[in-house]
């Protein structure tokens, strides 16, 4: 007990550190996360299919070939369409993946199971040098 009050800045140091070191597992996360490669695999094997929630400009400079296109603004009012959807993996990316982390909420919210976030987004997947199409 003397060591705790005589080193009290250290210990409380090393009590910060630990849990900041475990935040992320004790948080959980709302959508997982997937690099491109990851997902690259799951699209093949598990015939997963990717959501782009990227803006219109965006879309047309180059996206993942078979992505859809569902802007992240009009995404609560497409959530019918999506149902056919739901027993699918569904990968969602933006230009970084935080409006994809968003809208894998949304999707979570509305009942989808299987929602991953690719990580980095497409500039995660442009750095992995894998393929875009802009038709």
């Known amino acids: ?3 705790l ?3 009290w800045m250290w210990v409380s140091l090393a009590l910060i550190s630990g849990v900041m070191l475990l935040w992320p ?3 959980g996360s709302d959508s997982q996360s997937l690099s491109a490669n990851e997902t690259t695999r799951l699209m093949n094997r598990e015939n997963a299919v990717v ?3 990227r803006t219109s400009d965006e879309w047309a400079k180059g ?3 078979g992505a859809r296109h569902i802007a992240m603004p009009t995404l609560a009012e497409k959530l ?3 149902e056919k959807l739901k027993k699918r993996p569904l990968i969602l ?3 970084s993946g935080n409006r994809a982390a968003s809208a ?3 999707l979570r919210k509305a009942g989808f199971d299987k929602v991953f976030v690719l990580k980095g987004g497409m500039t995660s997947w442009l750095e992995a040098k894998l393929p875009v199409t802009t038709k």
Request: net charge negative; charged share 10%.
């Open 63 to 65: 996206h993942i070939a």
């Open 51 to 53: 959501i782009d929630v």
């Open 25 to 27: 597992l004790l948080q």
């Open 1 to 3: 007990m003397e060591f």
């Open 5 to 7: 009050q005589q080193n």
């Open 80 to 82: 019918p369409e999506l």
């Open 93 to 95: 990316c933006c230009v």
């Open 104 to 106: 894998a909420g949304t």
